[in-house]
């Protein structure tokens, strides 16, 4: 009896220590990311890819979905201590941690973002973008936008009340359809086409950029004139 009162201090030590490791100090809600789109951009062995993170409401959750050139993968969205954790193959071998930070005025940004992919390690986060839905420039069938091409001579030109666009190196018109804001999955020539849009600066001012990732290595950089 007297090792067992003995004991009591350690267990509820063990069990405090327990307690404290498994408490949730978030300062945000999920529900809160629902107007929020967020982006990043990969460097890995084989060259670089896009992916595009958007939110929806299901009854009580908020859901994320994950898009890429030849990926969509959905899940409910848990927030921990201002972090979010996606598994793009629901797997475990790659998965992006998103850590959240919020201002007086209730805006988000990101405090950190992380890649770890098992299977290439080499795999890192090139850039990492956070926007608001109502700040992106994705009305791509109502203002026929134009973009410079900022890797080379061919630009691309959307057309007005259609869901076609023109890239300058080819003589076709490609068809894309909308998946979310900014964000689209097309065809052009046959091939397969995956775009986003972020904002960042660029000699001095932010502007918008669109980001393609079709089967080359590379993903294409065009900047909205």
């Known amino acids: 009896m007297k090792n067992i009162f003995k004991m009591l201090p350690i267990l509820f030590l063990v069990?405090?220590?327990?307690?404290?490791?498994?408490?949730?100090?978030?300062?945000?809600a999920a529900s809160e990311l629902s107007t929020y789109q967020l982006a990043v951009t990969l460097k890995k062995q084989t060259?670089?890819?896009?992916?595009?993170?958007?939110?929806?409401?299901?009854?009580?959750?908020?859901?994320?979905?994950?898009?890429?050139?030849?990926?969509?993968?959905?899940?409910?969205?848990?927030?921990?201590?201002?972090?979010?954790?996606?598994?793009?193959?629901?797997?475990?071998?790659?998965?992006?941690?998103?850590?959240?930070?919020?201002?007086?005025?209730?805006?988000?940004?990101?405090?950190?973002?992380?890649?770890?992919?098992?299977?290439?390690?080499?795999m890192s986060i090139d850039g990492s973008y956070i926007s608001k839905l109502s700040d992106i420039k994705g009305d791509f069938d109502i203002h026929g936008y134009t973009y410079e091409n900022m890797n080379g001579p061919y630009g691309l030109t959307f057309i007005k009340n259609t869901n076609n666009w023109r890239w300058d190196s080819s003589a076709n018109k490609g068809t894309y359809t909308k998946i979310s804001r900014g964000a689209w999955k097309g065809m052009l020539d046959g091939k397969a086409y995956f775009a986003l849009t972020?904002?960042?600066?660029?000699?001095?001012?932010?502007?918008?950029?669109?980001?393609?990732?079709?089967?080359?290595?590379n993903f294409y950089k065009f900047g909205l004139v």
């Open 15 to 28: 069990i405090m220590t327990s307690c404290k490791k498994d408490k949730d100090n978030s300062t945000i």
């Open 198 to 217: 972020i904002e960042e600066n660029y000699k001095g001012i932010m502007r918008p950029f669109l980001l393609i990732k079709g089967e080359d290595a």
């Open 47 to 122: 060259g670089t890819d896009l992916r595009v993170f958007y939110f929806t409401q299901n009854g009580n959750e908020i859901i994320a979905t994950l898009e890429g050139l030849n990926v969509k993968k959905t899940q409910t969205v848990i927030i921990k201590n201002d972090s979010f954790t996606f598994d793009e193959l629901g797997d475990g071998n790659i998965t992006y941690k998103f850590s959240f930070a919020k201002d007086v005025n209730g805006n988000l940004s990101f405090k950190s973002v992380s890649v770890t992919n098992k299977a290439d390690i080499t």
